[in-house]
C-alpha cells in the first residue's frame, strides 16, 4: 500500500489573515557581527505565513540595509581576508621560488 501523499498545512497566514497552505518564515541571516536586535531576531515566535506574505517577508529581509556598525564590521573582514589572501598569494610564490632555486640547485650537481 501507498502511503498518502503529505498534504500541505493550511490555517490562516498570520500576515493577511486568509486560509492557505502555511510555511514558517525562518530569517536567513540569523547571525550579527554585533549585539543588535533586529526585527527578525527579537521576535519572541516566527509567523507561519503564506508563500506571497513568505516571499515579501523575505525581501523586506533581503533589502535591509546593515547598522552603521556592521557596516564597519564587514569592511573591516573585507580588509583582513585581501590581507589574508595577499599573505597566502605571497607565501606560494615564495615557496615556488625557493622550489625553483633548490631545483636549479640540483641540476648544477
Known sequence: ???KPLQPFEAYCDHCHQQRPLF?????????????????????????????CWGKERELEENTPLTEDEQALTS????????????????AA?????EGIAAATEEQS
Open 24 to 52: 514558517l518564515y525562518e530569517p536567513d541571516h540569523n547571525c550579527h557581527l554585533v549585539p543588535v536586535t533586529c526585527r527578525w531576531c527579537d521576535r519572541e515566535k516566527q509567523p507561519l505565513l503564506c508563500t506571497r
Open 94 to 98: 615564495d615557496r615556488a621560488t625557493c
Open 1 to 3: 500500500m501507498d502511503p
Open 76 to 91: 573591516f573582514f573585507v580588509a583582513v581576508s585581501s590581507r589574508s589572501q595577499r599573505h597566502d598569494d605571497q607565501v
